[in-house]
């Protein structure tokens, strides 16, 4: 087996037993890189000098007996999350020369827990996207077939996994973005609880709905990550103030009389003939696990897509106000103020953000608000109730990760709504706050992956990775290898 | 036709936090551009506010301290628009949620006391600064400012006139200031004020059409510009015009208000609530515990000050204006000081020297008990009041202490009969003419003999004892 192919479990361990070096390991990893990162881009950045001094230094730390969980796991970061000197473009024209002064919370974890950054991953420009096309340097392809997307926005990081350039990942779920590539890629994508995971240094997108989680090559590997990047934060207000469990405990606990909802609005209209018989086979392997299938009904789930694409393009309309030209990213002089900011903005965003700022500044603007912003909040909260509602009866819900497997490159980047239907099993999730993990659960007869989604109750992210732990071993898609 | 205005205010107050709004940055005013910023102040992709406790505080003891709601839930909100000084493209400010609503400052006008409604208190965070002087043809961007934290207080349209405007804004800066959350400072921009003006026909119910002034950074300009634009109003609506909505910038050079922006071209300002912050619950306990911390203000003040030490409302009001004012002359009190005589040299002598160098009671020199030592010399009878003024003058520029001052320069009054005796004698002997025409019946002359006899002595001379014995000699004569 090569070093590359290790999970983040297996490779500790074998760094811990001395049998491979962090520098191996890293060295390794781009070599993986230098063979099919030209079929598959997933990086934006590659940080190979300094990986290999950050592998150096876990070597002398583990000379020095000093053992951290990460130390020397060479990691990819999606490129919307800043680190400190390495450069943070969020796939965008406007950051192309942006490098940080600061380092974010989850990756200032990651560093203090002794990792190697193997590079900053491609997403759709700013997270906004569905398949990684949106991204001013170029699309990321599927490991499992380049002539197909590898899902997004977070599908640099989903692919780079699928395709061993790094052990594990972090992406960003605004509506999808972890789960949705993951799914496409065959590989593990968690997001957690809104509030589980400081979002300082995520560039936002939509600040309600965005959160960070790990996409990795199994569960155990999630938990590992969740482990290290939860956690109230004082930089970020809406981090939850509360005690963070050791999630890999969840891993191989007994799941034998837990109830699954299996909600009725998911499984009508629109999904893939395979991805559905994939998932209803999932349930079953479940059920044989001793959990039990109970339908249950999200009512609202029909408002959620539109609900969903008037908040974000709110929020993410303001978010996106302070690249303005005038104190970093790019600058397009002007003939005046007015025309430079027209200008700058113009050549900086690429076309599915400058949509998503004119829907959201429309939806803001007064006389719109109310039935617009305002109502969109009031739908929110009803499928936050029925969420609730359901979680009342069962201790988790499944569902197909995404409709339709991974579609082909091109396919939907002139029909922005089909993009937006690509995430319509993933969105409620967003929108009522909860956690929600994609594990593989088959392929189609084209080889494609499908994913199962278990959603959890608020911080109740252990009973998700319980039970995707539980199917995961006694299912083991997660050992399909894919050939490039 | 009889108008009258009617007025509403807002006010900016900075508040006297040692770090910024929403991240630990400085608030310190006058330093070097750009200095006190952050990723967080600077608006760097990625960052988060988080709220300073501190300025909640504040806003809820000034809330407290003009009879205002506290909420028990109140939101920010981000209110948007472009700006270079505005680092993030929008400003974090309160809409919906307030912190405090439904207050109201009493002020006095031609001894009539005025209810002013106040409409809420709002907490946000300042911009920066556009520097356009020596930059060529660029404009500099200064960001130390940017997200200082700002109180908007916003009144009800209850004032009617710019003098009623000038009292309710000093009355809030005494206040502020009185309660140690602004500084109060107009100049320096940290006490800021737009007001809402229209006029209407007297006895008319609904309100005219209004515009909104800018830019009035002293109380002097704010009665200026108001006067100005409520004849400005009066006038178009004479001549058969109207009032266009609109915001006007005051012109303090020309003295004049101009049009800065209409209604149309107002910002569409596209509030929501700042997903970036949990909402603010404020319980009963954290009120209390602010209530707790509160000084006594200017109005009980007042009142005790009168019931208390006996002192006309006039004295009482100027006294209480400004919480050091008041702080020194209980202090004078308290050592020993005749309430009376403490309030007459504190807004005679003391004021005086102040304004001539433009000085605070804070920076002055002269301490309270050195007042009240004074005055025990002028009890005792050691030095005359005419005297004291001198060593007032002395304590004030020195510090010294009035005992000290006596003894060095030997103004111990003269009560001794016997020498005084002789000094009258040499008076009346130096003008015969005068003591002639005294009695002849011109017996105003007694003034010039006291004068003279004072002159004599160096105003040593205890005048009691002096004028007894003129009176005595002159009438024996």
Redesign the interface.
């Known amino acids: 087996m090569e070093l590359y192919s290790l999970t983040l479990e297996e490779a500790r361990k074998a760094i811990d037993r001395g049998e491979i070096s962090p520098v191996e390991l890293a060295e390794a990893v781009f070599k993986r890189i230098d063979t099919v990162e030209d079929k598959i881009h997933s990086f934006i950045t590659v940080n190979r000098d300094n990986a290999l001094a950050q592998a150096r230094q876990a070597e002398q730390h583990i000379r020095q007996d000093i053992k951290h969980p990460l130390s020397g796991i060479p990691l990819a970061i999606k490129d919307?999350?800043?680190t400190e000197g390495v450069r943070?473009t969020?796939s965008s024209k406007m950051?192309e020369n942006?490098v940080?002064?600061?380092e974010?919370t989850v990756t200032k974890k990651l560093r203090d827990q002794g990792y190697v950054l193997t590079g900053k991953t491609n997403l759709d420009e700013f997270a906004m996207g569905s398949s990684t096309e949106n991204s001013a340097f170029g699309p990321t392809r599927n490991p499992w077939d380049i002539t197909r997307v590898p899902g997004g926005s977070s599908g640099g990081s989903a692919a780079a996994v699928a395709a061993d350039m790094c052990i594990a990942a972090l992406g960003s779920d605004t509506g999808g973005s972890i789960r949705q590539p993951a799914s496409f890629c065959g590989v593990v994508g968690l997001k957690p609880t809104y509030g589980r995971v400081s979002?300082?240094?995520?560039?936002?997108f939509?600040?309600?709905l965005d959160q960070i989680g790990p996409i990795t090559k199994n569960v155990k590997d999630a938990a590992i990550l969740l482990n290290i990047i939860s956690g109230r934060d004082?930089?970020?207000?809406?981090s939850a103030n509360l005690p963070v469990p050791d999630f890999t405990s969840a891993a191989g606990k007994d799941i034998k009389g837990m109830k699954l909802g299996i909600p009725k609005e998911y499984f009508i209209k629109g999904i893939a003939y395979e991805v559905g018989s994939s998932v209803r086979q999932a349930i079953k392997q479940l059920e044989s696990l001793g959990a039990v299938p109970v339908e249950i009904s999200l009512p609202h789930t029909d408002y959620a897509v539109a609900a969903y694409y008037i908040l974000a393009t709110?929020?993410a309309?303001?978010n996106?106000?302070?690249?303005?030209g005038?104190?970093?990213g790019l600058r397009v002089e002007g003939e005046d103020?007015i025309d430079m900011?027209m200008r700058t903005r113009e050549a900086g965003f690429g076309a599915e953000v400058k949509r998503r700022i004119i829907l959201g500044?429309y939806a803001?603007?007064?006389g719109y608000?109310d039935a617009y912003?305002k109502k969109a909040q009031q739908v929110r909260t009803l499928i936050k109730q029925d969420f609730e509602k359901a979680f009342e009866k069962v201790d988790a819900i499944v569902t197909p990760t995404s409709p339709v497997p991974a579609f082909r490159a091109g396919e939907k980047t002139d029909d922005p709504l089909q993009m937006y239907l690509a995430d319509i099993f993933t969105i409620s999730v967003n929108l009522a706050g909860v956690p929600g993990i994609s594990i593989p659960c088959g392929f189609t007869s084209e080889n494609l992956p499908v994913g199962l989604q278990i959603i959890g109750k608020h911080f109740d992210e252990e009973s998700i990775l319980k039970i995707a732990y539980a199917y995961e071993q006694s299912a083991d898609w997660h050992k399909m290898k894919l050939e490039l | 036709m009889q108008y009258e205005a009617v007025i509403g205010l807002e006010i900016h107050a900075q508040l006297l936090t040692e770090s910024k709004m929403f991240c630990g940055c400085s608030t310190k005013f006058g330093s070097e551009p750009n200095s006190q910023t952050c990723?967080v102040c600077?608006?760097?992709?990625?960052?988060?506010?988080?709220?300073n406790k501190k300025a909640i505080e504040y806003v809820i003891k000034t809330g407290l301290a003009v009879n205002c709601d506290i909420a028990p839930y109140s939101r920010f909100a981000?209110k948007?628009y472009?700006y270079?000084d505005l680092?993030?493209?929008?400003q974090i400010s309160q809409y919906e949620l307030p912190l405090c609503g439904h207050g109201f400052i009493e002020i006095n006008i031609d001894s009539e006391t005025r209810k002013i409604g106040l409409t809420r208190i709002h907490l946000e965070e300042d911009a920066g600064k556009n520097i356009h002087e020596g930059a060529g043809n660029y404009s500099f961007?200064d960001l130390n400012r940017a997200g200082t934290p700002l109180m908007e207080i916003v009144s009800e349209p209850d004032i009617r006139t710019p003098q009623e405007a000038v009292e309710f804004m000093k009355k809030l800066r005494s206040l502020v200031r009185y309660i140690s959350v602004c500084d109060g400072n107009m100049e320096q921009g940290s006490l800021r004020c737009d007001a809402n003006v229209s006029v209407r026909p007297v006895g008319q119910k609904e309100l005219g059409t209004k515009t909104e002034i800018k830019n009035m950074n002293s109380f002097r300009f704010v009665e200026k510009a108001l006067d100005y634009e409520i004849k400005r109003q009066i006038k178009i609506l004479r001549e058969g015009g109207k009032i266009i909505q609109e915001t006007r910038l005051w012109d303090s050079d020309r003295g004049i208000t101009e049009s800065m922006r209409s209604k149309e071209e107002a910002h569409?300002y596209?509030?929501?609530p700042e997903?970036?912050?949990?909402p603010v619950e404020v319980d009963d306990a954290w009120i209390e515990r602010i209530q707790a911390q509160l000084v006594e203000l200017p109005d009980s003040k007042r009142k005790r000050f009168s019931s208390q030490y006996g002192l006309p409302e006039h004295d009482a009001a100027l006294l209480t204006s400004e919480r050091a004012m008041a702080e020194w002359f209980e202090k004078a009190v308290d050592l020993g000081g005749d309430p009376k005589a403490v309030s007459n040299w504190m807004m005679g002598e003391l004021m005086r020297l102040l304004n001539e160098e433009n000085r605070q009671i804070e920076e002055c020199s002269l301490k309270p008990g050195q007042l009240a030592g004074l005055l025990n010399l002028i009890d005792q009878g050691t030095i005359s009041g005419k005297i004291a003024k001198t060593v007032f003058e002395e304590m004030y520029r020195t510090g010294m202490d009035a005992a000290a001052i006596v003894k060095e320069k030997g103004l111990v009054q003269v009560s001794d009969e016997s020498e005084i005796e002789k000094v009258i004698d040499e008076v009346l002997a130096k003008n015969p003419g005068e003591v002639e025409r005294f009695r002849g019946g011109e017996e105003k002359l007694m003034g010039f003999f006291v004068g003279q006899a004072m002159k004599m002595t160096k105003g040593k001379a205890n005048p009691k004892v002096l004028n007894e014995l003129l009176k005595k000699k002159l009438g024996n004569l």
């Open positions: 919307n999350i800043c943070t969020c950051l942006f940080p002064p600061y974010s979002r300082y240094g995520l560039v936002a939509a600040s309600s004082l930089c970020d207000s809406t709110s929020e309309s303001s996106l106000a302070r690249y303005d005038v104190k970093y103020l900011y500044t803001l603007s007064s608000y912003y | 990723p600077i608006g760097m992709p990625g960052v988060l506010p988080v709220t981000r948007n472009f270079p680092p993030k493209g929008y961007v569409d596209r509030y929501f997903p970036d912050l949990v």
